[in-house]
């Protein structure tokens, strides 16, 4: 695996906490570029000032729909990019940007944000608020692996990216989620992974189920996709250990 | 003949900005603009009607570097508002948090800076991700920097980025023993690389700034000997952590602040008439685009005594300890000099620090409507975040970002500057302008809105 | 060995050699020794584990924080708390028979308690919910590098604390805080009081009360622990173990080159793997048939499916 994989982060209505999450990867993150990532549009980080032809977007942010720019760099992204990855929960599922209602100077006409998956199709998601540097970091090796790894690489990092890619037919999250899509159907078993993935600490365990405070709760999508009752992967998680592995291996 | 250029979007910092320069036939700048182009997320509007709990849990994620700098002020002013006093230990574990973001950020702009700059003795200027050294040597020891900050604030905060140990009248949960060691294990070893990478950063600036001429995309651009210049003066609440309306005796006066809107000082509708493709990296905004600072600026224009001011690290220097130096090399190096206190203050900190002590206030108050307000000097300066609660309820939220106060004043600051350079002055502000898109801006009653604030 | 018993390297029928945990223990002792061992040697700075009222009474710092944990915390309810010492594991020893979410603490064990190498002892579906954060870390940042030690117990379904209540003071007429210890074997749940009395129910009886997410569990033996253990399969007072990943493996070694365990071979005891295969085997087709059930629960409208 000699080449790189071109990448672009769009910045749009996001707070850049996603990018201090890929900062976040400490060492990993002078490792993904030294060998595996051609980083050719990041104006956060770089002086590149215009979207680049690229293999994989990452794109942090809602999006502003009452701002021409924003919009507009959405659908370039996505034109320019073979694979966009919505990075972070506002990207994702709008997450705090939900709240938005306009009305504040020096733009009371910015009240509507959306998701970028309600804009343009979205290849994968990075849930979370902040999403973490190691789940970043599984995303980036296994998007490389698809792009550039051999048959088996590529079938493993297909498998693994798999309910990432499921993720993006939905374009909200809520713990609502978990009490409709999780606890109503009979699928909760209290293992209390919600709680802890609650970036608010909206979420505490009550007699086992989890009790979600509705009044914190900042609609990030964490607690959903950590469940493992929402989705779960017996091929995948079954291999955990040589995942891990292979993984740690790939960023010596 | 004046021309214009425009930079957009400006680079290696936080958010979307541009500047919008008129320059002379020399190329130095007579007026410029550096404004937000950011949308305006809303979050004092939409804050109206939450809870206290959640509105700080929103501000956090206005920005995701100095997050810590809005939730704490953000508790705070609720605090202030619903007249709750914390534990001390709380505040001890607040005073650690908000230290060791300031190390990670002040590490972080080290990244965003340095390809500016040049490797001493050498006309190679400093790509930070090569794995060459002696570069390689500095982004792991930023890194390291950053890893210590990051983890020591975690312990502490119950999540990077955005606290979660937080929450109105102290904190959730107190640390153990064990956490309490590793912080200090941590504190310890990031004490030595701040030492180390303080004194690397000053290096560096000053050999940029002693030169006479310094590359910009292939053009030699002349280093004035005051670039980034500005009288605008300074504003600080205290040394590290902040100040309250719950003070004694506070150190920031709600009286002598004033709003405006970009009307007041940004220019308004021009041509761009000059354009510059070699501009590093993608050229500078074609010829013939309309532009207008005035209606497209994103954020309001705040100011102490109906000036804009300087706030951030060089502020506070001067504010405390009557720091001299100007311009943006006084500004860079003034950041990199309070390295060395995340650490010593921070070890002060954990000395007090008891693991078995109360971190949540007996009694929370409702509120009555009361209005309370919160600084934290922040990285970037002073935010100070003012609220009114009432029965749990927010009434009234309003945010006052450290880069909204450094958006005029370093537009100030660029007259003078060949406008190659006007990013290089903008930097030394360490801009975080999704943060500073968050203003409200009070009318031309401002004198009677802020009494009402007050009542 | 099919898959109903997951991949392991070695399985034996273990007991541990402390004395004192044997008195506290449910059957071999197993995990209260290998965290304990594990703590001394320093290959865990604490785990994650099931305690209880009396704990929480003494150390409400350790334990999760929770509305339900309050003064009145009833007997029997397990509290997922952090332990440090031998002494603290001794105080939370013995199986509870409902549910406690020891996943809830896995992000807080290296924040506020500031554990670099964690144990944790979990459910089968618990383990899945370690391993899920391990390779989608999407709410558990720095954590998966940090499991140092997950161990997991051997289970068929799990209850929810009124059920256990009412198994116990109906059908078994005893009060909860007259209970020492309860026991799923030879087909029985058996109810042991403070005073030396023994009551069995038939299993028939408890399954009203289980809860009714683990009728799509397809792990009977915790498929995904470093280390598994249970009581299935081997004789009163010893636990089956497997011994799964390169880290219960390590582990495990150090632990019987300490002498912490006596072992069997478990081909040698009664009633041996056999007996963990029929059961194994009997909740995957069992469970199997509750899954592809809610594909036509309603009429045209399945219920959801979560594995992928």
């Given at each position: 695996?000699?080449?790189?994989?071109?990448?672009?982060?769009?910045?749009?209505?996001?707070?850049?906490?996603?990018?201090?999450?890929?900062?976040d990867?400490?060492?990993?993150?002078?490792?993904?570029?030294?060998?595996?990532?051609?980083?050719?549009?990041?104006?956060t980080?770089?002086?590149?000032?215009?979207?680049?032809?690229?293999?994989?977007?990452?794109?942090e942010?809602?999006?502003?729909?009452?701002?021409?720019?924003?919009v507009?760099?959405?659908?370039?992204?996505?034109?320019?990019s073979?694979?966009?990855?919505?990075?972070?929960?506002c990207?994702?599922?709008?997450?705090?940007?939900?709240?938005?209602?306009?009305g504040?100077?020096?733009?009371?006409?910015?009240?509507?944000?959306?998701?970028?998956?309600d804009l343009?199709?979205?290849?994968?998601?990075?849930?979370?608020?902040?999403?973490?540097?190691?789940?970043?970091?599984?995303?980036?090796?296994?998007?490389?692996?698809?792009?550039?790894?051999?048959?088996?690489?590529?079938?493993?990092?297909?498998?693994?990216?798999?309910?990432?890619?499921?993720a993006?037919?939905?374009?909200?999250?809520?713990?609502?989620?978990?009490?409709?899509k999780?606890?109503?159907?009979?699928?909760?078993?209290?293992?209390?992974?919600?709680?802890?993935?609650?970036?608010?600490?909206?979420?505490?365990?009550?007699y086992?189920?989890?009790?979600?405070?509705?009044?914190?709760?900042?609609?990030?999508?964490a607690?959903y996709?950590?469940c493992?009752?929402?989705?779960?992967?017996?091929d995948?998680v079954d291999?955990?250990?040589?995942i891990n592995?292979?993984?740690m291996?790939a960023?010596? | 003949?004046?021309k214009?250029?425009?930079?957009?979007?400006?680079?290696?910092?936080?958010?979307?900005?541009?500047?919008?320069?008129?320059?002379?036939?020399?190329?130095?700048?007579e007026?410029?603009?550096?404004?937000?182009?950011?949308?305006?997320?809303?979050?004092?509007?939409l804050?109206?009607?939450?809870?206290?709990?959640?509105?700080?849990?929103?501000?956090?994620?206005v920005c995701?570097?100095?997050?810590?700098?809005?939730?704490l002020?953000?508790?705070e002013?609720?605090?202030?508002?619903?007249?709750?006093?914390?534990p001390?230990?709380?505040?001890?574990?607040?005073?650690i948090?908000q230290?060791?973001?300031?190390?990670?950020?002040?590490?972080?702009?080290?990244?965003?800076?340095?390809?500016?700059?040049?490797?001493?003795?050498?006309?190679?200027?400093?790509?930070?991700?090569?794995?060459?050294?002696?570069?390689r040597?500095?982004?792991?020891?930023?890194?390291?920097?950053?890893?210590?900050?990051?983890?020591?604030?975690?312990?502490?905060?119950?999540d990077?980025?955005h606290?979660r140990?937080?929450?109105?009248?102290?904190?959730?949960?107190?640390?153990?023993?064990?956490?309490?060691?590793?912080?200090?294990?941590?504190?310890?070893?990031?004490?030595?690389?701040?030492?180390?990478?303080?004194?690397?950063?000053?290096?560096?600036?000053r050999?940029?700034?002693?030169?006479?001429?310094?590359?910009?995309?292939?053009m030699k651009?002349?280093?004035?000997?005051?670039?980034?210049?500005?009288?605008?003066?300074?504003?600080?609440?205290?040394?590290?952590?902040?100040?309250?309306?719950?003070?004694?005796?506070?150190s920031?006066d709600?009286?002598?602040?004033?709003?405006a809107r970009?009307?007041?000082?940004?220019m308004?509708?021009?041509?761009?008439?000059?354009?510059?493709?070699?501009?590093?990296?993608?050229?500078?905004?074609?010829?013939?685009?309309?532009?207008?600072?005035?209606?497209?600026?994103?954020?309001?224009?705040?100011?102490?005594d109906g000036?804009?001011v300087?706030?951030g690290?060089?502020?506070?220097?001067?504010?405390y300890?009557?720091?001299?130096e100007?311009?943006?090399?006084?500004?860079?190096i003034?950041?990199?000099?309070?390295?060395?206190?995340?650490?010593?203050?921070?070890?002060?900190?954990?000395?007090?620090?008891?693991?078995?002590?109360?971190?949540?206030a007996?009694?929370?108050?409702?509120?009555?409507?009361s209005l309370?307000?919160?600084?934290?000097?922040?990285?970037?300066?002073?935010?100070?975040?003012i609220?009114?609660?009432?029965?749990?309820k927010?009434?009234?939220y309003?945010?006052?970002?450290?880069?909204?106060w450094?958006f005029?004043?370093?537009?100030?600051?660029l007259?003078?500057?060949?406008?190659?350079?006007?990013?290089?002055?903008?930097?030394?502000y360490d801009?975080?302008?999704?943060?500073?898109?968050?203003?409200i801006?009070?009318?031309?009653?401002?004198?009677l809105?802020?009494?009402?604030?007050?009542? | 060995?099919?898959?109903?018993?997951?991949?392991?390297?070695?399985?034996?029928?273990?007991r541990?050699t402390?004395?004192?945990?044997l008195?506290?223990?449910?059957?071999?002792?197993i995990?209260?020794?290998?965290?304990?061992f594990?703590?001394?040697?320093?290959?865990?700075?604490?785990?994650?584990?099931?305690?209880?009222?009396e704990?929480?009474?003494?150390?409400?710092?350790?334990?999760?924080?929770?509305?339900?944990?309050?003064?009145?915390i009833?007997p029997?309810?397990?509290?997922?708390?952090?332990?440090?010492?031998k002494?603290?594991?001794?105080?939370?020893?013995?199986?509870?028979y409902?549910?406690?979410?020891?996943?809830?603490?896995?992000?807080?064990?290296?924040?506020a308690?500031g554990?670099d190498?964690?144990?944790i002892v979990?459910?089968?579906?618990?383990?899945?919910?370690v391993?899920?954060?391990?390779?989608?870390?999407?709410?558990f940042r720095?954590?998966?590098a940090s499991?140092?030690?997950a161990?997991?117990?051997f289970?068929?379904?799990?209850?929810?604390?009124?059920?256990?209540?009412?198994?116990v003071?109906?059908?078994?007429?005893m009060?909860?805080?007259?209970?020492?210890?309860?026991?799923?074997?030879?087909?029985k749940?058996?109810?042991?009081?403070?005073?030396?009395?023994?009551?069995?129910?038939?299993?028939?009886v408890?399954?009203?009360?289980?809860?009714?997410?683990?009728?799509?569990?397809?792990?009977?033996?915790?498929?995904?622990?470093d280390?598994s253990?249970?009581?299935?399969?081997?004789p009163?007072?010893?636990?089956?173990?497997?011994?799964r990943?390169?880290?219960?493996?390590?582990?495990?070694?150090?632990a019987?080159?300490?002498?912490?365990?006596?072992?069997?071979?478990?081909?040698?005891?009664?009633?041996?793997l056999?007996?963990?295969t029929?059961?194994?085997?009997?909740?995957?087709?069992?469970?199997?048939?509750?899954?592809?059930?809610?594909?036509t629960?309603g009429?045209?409208?399945?219920?959801?499916?979560?594995?992928?």
């Amino acid at each position: 695996m000699a080449d790189k994989i071109t990448v672009g982060y769009t910045h749009l209505s996001g707070c850049t906490g996603c990018t201090v999450a890929l900062a976040d990867n400490y060492g990993g993150l002078l490792t993904l570029l030294d060998k595996y990532v051609d980083l050719k549009y990041m104006p956060t980080l770089a002086d590149a000032r215009h979207i680049q032809k690229v293999d994989v977007s990452f794109v942090e942010g809602s999006v502003c729909i009452n701002d021409k720019l924003a919009v507009e760099e959405i659908k370039e992204t996505r034109e320019k990019s073979a694979v966009v990855v919505a990075l972070g929960g506002c990207a994702c599922y709008g997450n705090i940007t939900r709240f938005g209602r306009g009305g504040q100077q020096n733009q009371p006409q910015h009240e509507a944000y959306l998701p970028i998956g309600d804009l343009i199709k979205v290849d994968v998601y990075i849930p979370g608020c902040a999403p973490t540097p190691q789940m970043i970091r599984n995303v980036a090796v296994m998007a490389y692996l698809l792009l550039k790894g051999t048959k088996e690489q590529k079938d493993l990092a297909t498998k693994f990216l798999t309910p990432l890619m499921k993720a993006t037919e939905t374009t909200s999250a809520c713990f609502c989620d978990l009490m409709v899509k999780v606890i109503n159907q009979s699928l909760c078993m209290g293992c209390g992974s919600c709680a802890a993935a609650c970036p608010v600490n909206a979420i505490t365990m009550e007699y086992g189920k989890p009790q979600g405070e509705r009044d914190l709760c900042i609609k990030c999508g964490a607690c959903y996709n950590q469940c493992p009752r929402a989705w779960y992967s017996f091929d995948v998680v079954d291999n955990y250990e040589a995942i891990n592995e292979a993984i740690m291996a790939a960023l010596q | 003949m004046s021309k214009v250029v425009e930079i957009s979007p400006t680079t290696r910092h936080e958010g979307h900005s541009k500047l919008v320069l008129k320059v002379n036939d020399a190329g130095i700048i007579e007026k410029g603009n550096w404004c937000s182009i950011t949308p305006v997320r809303g979050v004092e509007k939409l804050a109206v009607g939450k809870t206290p709990e959640q509105v700080p849990k929103i501000a956090s994620r206005v920005c995701g570097i100095c997050p810590i700098a809005h939730n704490l002020a953000g508790t705070e002013a609720m605090e202030a508002s619903i007249k709750c006093e914390i534990p001390n230990d709380a505040k001890l574990l607040r005073h650690i948090l908000q230290l060791a973001n300031r190390a990670h950020s002040i590490a972080l702009h080290n990244i965003l800076l340095l390809p500016d700059y040049y490797i001493p003795g050498t006309e190679t200027k400093i790509n930070p991700f090569t794995p060459e050294e002696p570069v390689r040597s500095v982004a792991k020891r930023i890194q390291r920097i950053r890893e210590i900050g990051q983890t020591i604030g975690q312990i502490a905060a119950g999540d990077c980025i955005h606290p979660r140990n937080t929450r109105v009248g102290g904190m959730y949960r107190n640390v153990s023993e064990q956490a309490k060691t590793k912080m200090y294990d941590l504190a310890k070893e990031g004490l030595t690389l701040a030492h180390q990478q303080a004194e690397f950063m000053i290096a560096v600036i000053r050999n940029y700034h002693n030169r006479d001429f310094v590359d910009v995309g292939g053009m030699k651009v002349p280093m004035p000997k005051t670039l980034g210049y500005h009288n605008q003066g300074y504003l600080a609440t205290h040394a590290f952590y902040g100040s309250s309306s719950l003070d004694e005796c506070p150190s920031w006066d709600i009286r002598r602040f004033k709003e405006a809107r970009p009307y007041d000082w940004y220019m308004g509708e021009m041509e761009v008439t000059l354009e510059e493709p070699k501009y590093p990296i993608g050229g500078t905004t074609k010829l013939g685009t309309k532009t207008n600072p005035q209606m497209e600026a994103c954020t309001g224009i705040p100011m102490y005594d109906g000036q804009p001011v300087e706030v951030g690290p060089r502020a506070r220097l001067v504010t405390y300890k009557n720091y001299d130096e100007k311009g943006t090399a006084g500004q860079n190096i003034a950041r990199q000099m309070e390295y060395q206190d995340c650490f010593y203050e921070m070890i002060d900190c954990l000395d007090e620090l008891n693991p078995n002590g109360k971190v949540v206030a007996d009694y929370i108050p409702d509120g009555d409507g009361s209005l309370g307000w919160a600084s934290n000097e922040a990285p970037r300066g002073t935010d100070v975040h003012i609220a009114r609660v009432k029965d749990w309820k927010v009434q009234y939220y309003s945010m006052l970002v450290p880069t909204t106060w450094n958006f005029a004043t370093c537009s100030a600051a660029l007259t003078g500057a060949p406008w190659q350079l006007a990013e290089v002055i903008m930097r030394g502000y360490d801009p975080c302008v999704s943060c500073a898109t968050h203003m409200i801006v009070v009318d031309e009653e401002n004198r009677l809105v802020a009494q009402k604030l007050i009542q | 060995m099919g898959a109903e018993l997951g991949k392991y390297k070695s399985c034996v029928s273990a007991r541990t050699t402390d004395k004192e945990i044997l008195k506290f223990s449910q059957d071999g002792g197993i995990v209260t020794s290998l965290f304990g061992f594990a703590l001394d040697t320093g290959i865990i700075d604490g785990a994650i584990v099931a305690a209880n009222k009396e704990f929480y009474e003494k150390n409400p710092s350790k334990c999760i924080l929770d509305n339900s944990n309050f003064e009145m915390i009833e007997p029997w309810r397990p509290i997922p708390a952090v332990v440090n010492t031998k002494a603290e594991l001794l105080a939370a020893a013995g199986t509870k028979y409902n549910i406690s979410p020891n996943v809830a603490l896995l992000k807080e064990a290296t924040r506020a308690f500031g554990l670099d190498k964690i144990g944790i002892v979990g459910t089968p579906c618990q383990m899945q919910a370690v391993r899920k954060a391990q390779l989608y870390p999407i709410g558990f940042r720095d954590v998966g590098a940090s499991i140092a030690l997950a161990v997991g117990i051997f289970c068929m379904e799990n209850f929810p604390y009124q059920g256990i209540l009412q198994l116990v003071e109906d059908h078994a007429a005893m009060k909860l805080d007259a209970v020492k210890k309860m026991e799923i074997g030879k087909g029985k749940f058996w109810v042991y009081g403070k005073r030396g009395q023994v009551v069995s129910l038939p299993l028939k009886v408890t399954h009203k009360y289980e809860q009714p997410g683990c009728h799509v569990c397809l792990d009977y033996v915790a498929n995904l622990g470093d280390i598994s253990t249970g009581s299935v399969g081997s004789p009163d007072g010893w636990s089956t173990v497997f011994v799964r990943s390169k880290i219960g493996d390590s582990v495990w070694a150090k632990a019987m080159a300490a002498g912490v365990f006596e072992t069997q071979p478990i081909e040698k005891v009664k009633p041996g793997l056999e007996l963990v295969t029929k059961l194994a085997n009997e909740k995957i087709t069992k469970n199997k048939k509750t899954l592809e059930g809610r594909a036509t629960f309603g009429v045209g409208k399945a219920l959801r499916n979560p594995y992928i």
